[in-house]
């Protein structure tokens, strides 16, 4: 049990409308191991934003319970950090500065980290921009400020809300790159939600297959491929027979068309 | 060299300009007190400098102007992070603050003078009551706007809300609040001269109201000139401050690109 990085029971979510109630999850159940990267991949309104929010301890559950590491989760915690679908920085803030935000907030002693963040910032590739500001960066390089800044306080998971989802299709797969390569470096959970099945395919060890209304887990899939994977990986027979395999569970719950 | 001849070309305008007004009043006649010749404005102009009369007047016109800016800005700060803040003060307090600004408050400019004296202090006060409430929307406004993104960031990581107004809400306003500041200098500049008006010892406001009795026509279009140039640099003083703050702001940056190609 103490392995579990995430412990999720029964977990419901319900969002009340004018004409009812609206079960974003329904009763869903899953465990994460320590250091394994997982993928949720669903439609959009499947729940998947939802699931990771309460993760966050940014939104509490309907009903069941929700514990990361061993502790039930009472409300935002530190141990975590968090990427969203957009990189989300301060204008007003350099890079650097961005990337020391948690430590601000978290009162950590700016001085202590100022190596974390700088080795990090090399791992990302953006050494040498720390004195730039938001504005002056690309797309991919933001998302990959914000991708530091979740990993500056050395948080034991990263919790990744479709990080991807509003880059280009090259940014998007050299991005993916990048991850898995910070992933085999850094050997922290991931939790990984997106829209995308070759997405999900290509960086986890196991995809979790959600479908809406109501929102609930439909696939636990362990994927096997060998790591650390290229992008050439995903012309090969297994990786299409993954994502064949996912597609098929939408088509059967009527999730996706074709 | 594109930009020496818009400098030219400029120049010329201002002198055709200021030539065919000479030239018409002269030629049809129009009397002075109608409408002076620049000739005699600028003499005007020349006399009052030269005596020392228009420079204690603006003197005192401009530190009015400023006591009231720094006041009324304080005060519209204060309120409008108070009812931003607060549901309770916004409740209470608010309607009462619109039910104010809805009145033309230069119609209050009599009671000022009546309850503070024909000195500074009126003329300091009607000027903050005009320019606080740009400042107090913006303020309001502005502490409000905070992306609903940023703000799950910061309470992702356990941000406390004291840490959430100081690194996020306040840096967030801020382009709210120079833009109330450019209004909120210029109202204050009207509600000084306003308040002279009235009534008042000294200031340029009052010198108008002198003039006017004496049908000094051209002294009055010199101290138009005098405020119109004063209104300028007061602005302009209000945007260099506000491009030191707002360097990260994207509508700031767009303009400071507009003013590089356009110099």
């Known amino acids: 049990m103490a392995t579990e990085a995430i412990s999720v029971q029964h977990l419901s979510k319900l969002y009340t409308t004018r004409d009812g109630g609206v079960a974003a999850l329904e009763r869903i159940s899953f465990a994460v191991d320590e250091g394994e990267f997982v993928a949720v991949v669903g439609p959009s309104g499947c729940g998947k934003s939802t699931l990771l929010k309460i993760l966050a301890g940014l939104l509490s559950p309907s009903g069941g319970s929700a514990s990361l590491r061993g502790t039930a989760i009472q409300g935002p915690r530190r141990d975590i950090g968090v990427v969203f679908q957009a990189p989300v920085l301060f204008p007003w803030r350099t890079v650097l500065d961005n990337v020391l935000l948690p ?7 700016r001085e202590r980290f100022m190596p974390a963040a700088m080795d990090l910032l090399a791992l990302v590739g953006l050494r040498e921009f720390e004195r730039r500001y938001p504005w002056e960066l690309s797309g991919g390089m933001q998302q990959r400020v914000a991708i530091t ?7 034991a998971m990263l919790l990744m809300d479709e990080p991807f989802g509003a880059l280009d299709a090259m940014t998007r797969e050299h991005m993916n790159l990048e991850l898995q390569r910070i992933w085999m470096e850094k050997k922290k959970t991931v939790f990984f939600i997106t829209h995308s ?9 196991r995809v979790l297959v959600m479908t809406p209304r109501p929102g609930r887990v439909v696939d636990d899939l362990r994927i096997k491929l060998p790591r650390p994977r290229p992008l050439d990986v995903m012309t090969t027979p297994e990786f299409g027979e993954y994502t064949r395999h996912i597609r098929g569970q939408f088509n059967v719950k009527g999730g996706l068309d074709a | 060299m594109r930009s020496m001849r818009n400098v030219a070309l400029s120049v010329l305008l201002f002198c055709v300009s200021v ?5 018409l009043v002269r030629v049809l006649e129009v009397p002075a007190f109608i409408l002076p010749p620049p000739s005699q404005v600028a003499l005007a102009l020349w006399r009052g400098f030269s005596s020392g009369l228009y420079l204690q007047h603006l003197s005192h016109t401009l530190l009015e102007t400023l006591l009231g800016f720094i006041a009324g800005s304080a005060l519209g700060l204060v309120l409008g992070t108070a009812v931003a803040l607060s549901r309770p003060v916004e409740f209470f307090l608010y309607p009462y603050i619109v039910m104010f600004q809805s009145l033309p408050k230069v119609a209050l400019a009599p009671l000022i003078v009546v309850w503070f004296g024909l000195g500074l202090t009126s003329k300091v006060i009607n000027a903050a009551l005009i320019a606080f409430f740009p400042l107090l929307v913006n303020t309001m406004v502005g502490l409000r706007s905070a992306d609903e993104e940023r703000v799950s960031l910061m309470r992702s990581l356990a941000a406390s809300e004291r840490q959430i107004f100081w690194m996020l809400r306040l840096p967030n306003s801020l382009p709210f609040v120079m833009a109330g500041l450019d209004v909120a200098m210029i109202f204050a500049l009207i509600g000084a001269i306003v308040a002279e008006f009235v009534g008042a010892q000294k200031g340029l406001g009052m ?3 002198s003039m006017n009795f004496n049908m000094d026509v051209s002294g009055q279009f010199s101290i138009l000139l005098i405020l119109s140039v004063v209104g300028l640099l007061l602005n302009r003083g209000v945007m260099m401050i506000r491009k030191r703050v707002l360097f990260w702001d994207p509508s700031e ?10 110099a």
């Open chain 2, 253 to 262: 940056k767009e303009r400071i690109e507009q003013e590089r190609v356009s």
């Open chain 2, 19 to 23: 030539g065919a007004w000479e030239a």
């Open chain 1, 197 to 205: 099945i070759p997405e999900a395919v290509f960086l986890a060890d």
């Open chain 2, 207 to 209: 010198l108008i109201q």
């Open chain 1, 149 to 155: 800044r979740a990993l500056i306080h050395d948080p």
């Open chain 1, 103 to 109: 430590i601000d907030v978290q009162g950590l002693g």
